[in-house]
């Protein structure tokens, strides 16, 4: 049987969404489970699937105790964005802090900026589990700043929103990262007890 061309272009494209990705979780949103306990509310997630979110540069916020599901719940909707041909990447933010620190010394910073900015869809795992230097601050806040109203943002955190403004060392610079970030975001608080711990 002769598959279309365009499935074979799609196929490739999928592939090359998803290696490029890195996703922490192989999930899709067939996999979810809304379990009522979990908090996680399925029209609300369903809505995601559409991609709405992406083309409008809304962010999604995952909150909730270790274990629970979040970091999955974001790799599916990374996973759904990747089927839709939005580009994804997902970072570990110890590895992202890192990897500005590293672009800082080899001096394409600028380059690695203008990457980020240009990505449909940023996922950032475990935020707020270490402070900041000053200067990881300022390039965070120019992360979100590029990205605010334009690109899609997922942040994941075992820490209740009310305590980000904790992560930063500076208030000024809190108050405009955290502006940018909450007020039209999407918010999921997971909860219920691990699931590592059901598997």
Known sequence: MNIPAYTI????????LLKT??????????ELSFEASRGLEQLHVLSLSTGS??????????????????????????NQACRQGFSVFYFNMQK??????????????????????????IILDDFGLSSMEKQQQLDFMEI??????RKATIIVS????????????????????IDRIIHTAHRFELKGESLRKKR
């Open 9 to 16: 272009f799609y196929r490739i494209r999928y592939a090359r």
């Open 158 to 177: 075992q820490l209740p929103v009310v305590n980000w403004f904790d992560v930063f060392s500076d208030e000024t610079l809190a108050d405009a990262i």
């Open 144 to 149: 979100i700043e590029d990205r605010h109203a």
């Open 21 to 30: 990705a890195s996703f922490r979780y192989q999930a899709s949103f067939e």
């Open 96 to 121: 992202l802090l890192l990897r500005l620190k590293v672009s800082r010394i080899e001096g394409n910073t600028i380059r690695f900026f203008d990457k980020l900015s240009k990505t449909d869809l």
């Open 53 to 78: 979110y992406i083309r409008n540069g809304e962010a999604v916020l995952i909150t909730g105790s270790a274990g629970c599901g979040k970091s999955f719940l974001a790799s599916a909707l990374g």
